[in-house]
């Protein structure tokens, strides 16, 4: 008969299985805890902020030189329209259009053969007069003769005293015939020189020496003192156009004041540069000559005209640029770089670093640009280090690692505008 072991386990008693069970449950949940402590605390260490990398720069303090911009237009310093001063048909155009012309230089011709035809009947009427003229003189000559010779005669009673009041007459008549025939020959002789001026009207002329622009009457037709045949401007010096605010025009004043000069009366050294439309920068200067005399009232801006050099004319009226003129010095300005200003929902803001290297919010007021840099007229303090990049991924009270932004070069350029 062969005998069947039964396997530890069965042999356990009854009674103990129960403890058994609960200590490996005990375990588990022991391991269970222990092992989720170790995970937490790794999850704790991990979630620590780490110093992000920023650039940062200085707020500096300088003097700044501000500079006011105003668009400009261009128009010749004299304009001339060249209209006739007599009426007839135009036979010749004796200049180039758009080419430079002298003073006094001959542009149209007109038909002088009506004219030169006037000139001839004038001096002819010149001689008929003076002819009258030799005849009333040898008139009063006869009567003063006549005058002398009775004069004794009456005294002595040899003729009647009639006969002398009627030689008296006849001399007074001879005077007066002489007078009116003097007088006929002065016309006639101003009717000569009116025709000559008339025939020399015929050559239309330039007043002033310039460019002349674009005939507006061709040959043949005919033409009277109502006509306008062409334009002459005169565009060495050219003046330059534009208008500022009153408050700019304060500050030019006075600037032009500070430089010993009066911009009212046009003689002031105060500097003008002007931007052509490329965006080239003319490379002369220019000078204020002409204030007008009131602020227009619809928009509050008052017309100043310049003046500036145009060797070659290049420059042409109506041109357009920018005209730039320095109207201050701001002393001791903060200058903030514009790469570092946020604005949020209107308010400017910037990043600023302090000793413990943690971030900072900060609201700024801005003033005028000046080149690459905003001139900041509060919230921050010369020296203060603020961040000029990563300033969307910063939050105030953060900690960053700074390190000093690669130096701009600082750029004198004129603000273009104010806050």
Not at 165 to 182: E, G
Not at 291 to 298: A, E, L, S, T
């Amino acid at each position: 008969m062969q005998q069947h072991h039964t396997p530890q386990l069965a042999r356990t008693p009854a009674h103990r299985l129960p403890v058994f069970v609960s200590a490996l449950a005990l375990f588990v949940l022991v391991s269970g805890i222990t092992t989720g402590c170790s995970t937490s605390g790794a999850s704790t260490k991990t979630a620590a902020p780490m110093a992000m990398p920023v650039s940062v720069t200085e707020v500096r303090q300088a003097d700044v030189p501000l500079r006011g911009e105003w668009v400009a237009t261009l128009d010749g310093y004299v304009n001339a329209q060249i209209q006739p001063q007599v009426s007839g048909y135009l036979v010749e155009q004796s200049y180039r259009e758009g080419s430079p012309v002298a003073k006094d230089q001959v542009l149209f011709q007109i038909d002088p053969r009506p004219f030169q035809a006037m000139v001839d009947q004038a001096e002819a009427q010149v001689e008929q007069a003076k002819g009258q003229l030799a005849q009333a003189e040898a008139q009063r000559g006869l009567a003063q003769i006549n005058l002398k010779r009775d004069t004794p005669l009456a005294e002595a009673r040899a003729i009647a005293q009639s006969q002398l009041d009627s030689d008296k007459q006849q001399a007074a008549q001879a005077d007066a015939s002489v007078a009116a025939a003097q007088a006929a020959v002065g016309a006639a002789e101003a009717a000569v020189t009116t025709a000559k001026l008339n025939l020399g009207f015929t050559h239309v002329r330039s007043l002033i020496g310039g460019v002349a622009g674009q005939a507006t009457i061709q040959v043949g037709n005919l033409v009277s003192p109502q006509s306008v045949l062409t334009s002459v401007s005169q565009l060495d010096p050219i003046k330059v156009y534009f208008s500022i605010s009153d408050a700019e025009y304060l500050a030019l004043v006075a600037r032009a004041r500070q430089q010993g000069g009066d911009l009212l009366s046009g003689r002031s050294d105060l500097a003008l540069t002007l931007t052509l439309a490329d965006g080239g920068k003319y490379p002369h200067t220019g000078h204020v000559v002409f204030v007008d005399r009131q602020m227009n009232q619809q928009t509050g801006a008052i017309r100043i005209a310049a003046s500036f050099p145009n060797p070659g004319n290049v420059l042409r009226p109506g041109q357009f640029g920018r005209v730039t003129a320095e109207t201050e010095v701001r002393h001791g300005a903060l200058l903030v770089p514009q790469i570092a200003v946020q604005e949020l929902q209107g308010i400017e803001q910037v990043y600023t670093v302090g000793p413990d290297d943690h971030v900072h919010v900060v609201n700024v007021t801005l003033g005028p640009q000046f080149g690459t840099d905003w001139i900041v007229n509060g919230g921050v303090r010369a020296g203060d280090r603020v961040i000029t990049d990563n300033l969307q991924k910063l939050r105030d009270g953060s900690p960053v690692s700074p390190h000093e932004a690669a130096e701009a070069p600082v750029a004198g350029a004129a603000p273009t505008g104010g806050r």
